[in-house]
């Protein structure tokens, strides 16, 4: 199988996205790739909810089934390990992703949040060469969420970041999620992809 990438992604990763919105950023993979075999997109809502909330929802989630996608929803990021009930659940991915975290309910529990991921994407990431990956704002007030400190926490270390460009994933629109307005996208400003691995000890 030929090799393709998109930005610091390719078709021979085995690649976890959680908290997917309308499901457009793993359609964008899927259509570099010409494939979503390697892909299992995740989001907190039902199918139901999607299609109430993201106009595109629906079709982008098609278009993913259609190239192979596993896609799976109810996924809380806290128990992600019980929640992929699909028979996956004892594999390790090469990538994990979790895009622009947000709870909609403050600083307090959005830290809890991504404390809760990162507790429970260390046990899903491969020891060797495996990556969580988590992209977010890092203008004030953002900055203040010390991402670096949060996967340290949880024995993660920090080995790239890279700021953050959506024009390198076409068809991509980050989504609010929560609201009245939760179909529209935000601007993403100053934002970076901070890349963690396990700890080795």
């Not at 929640?83 to 390790?92: C, F, I, N």
């Not at 024009?167 to 009245?180: D, H, I, T, V």
Request: aromatic share 10%; hydrophobic share 30%.
């Amino acid at each position: 199988m030929k090799t393709k990438k998109l930005r610091e992604y390719s078709n021979k990763q085995k690649i976890l996205l959680v908290g997917e919105g309308d499901f457009s950023f793993s359609l964008s993979l899927a259509r570099a790739f010409g494939s979503a075999t390697n892909l299992t997109a995740t989001s907190l809502d039902t199918f139901e909810e999607v299609q109430l909330k993201y106009k595109n929802g629906k079709a982008n989630i098609q278009e993913l089934k259609t190239q192979g996608c596993t896609v799976v929803h109810g996924v809380n990021v806290h128990s992600m390990t019980k929640d992929l009930k699909h028979g996956q659940r004892s594999e390790l991915y090469d990538r994990i992703i979790f895009n622009f975290p947000h709870s909609g309910f403050g600083f307090g529990c959005e830290h809890q949040m991504v404390r809760g991921f990162m507790k429970s994407a260390k046990k899903m990431v491969k020891d060797i060469g495996g990556e969580i990956h988590v992209t977010h704002k890092t203008a004030h007030p953002f900055d203040k969420w010390e991402i670096e400190t949060l996967a340290e926490e949880k024995g993660l270390c920090l080995v790239r970041e890279m700021e953050c460009n959506k024009l390198c994933f076409p068809g991509y629109s980050n989504k609010r999620g929560s609201g009245r307005h939760c179909d529209g996208s935000f601007p993403v400003g100053k934002s970076s992809t901070f890349m963690f691995r396990k700890r080795i000890l």
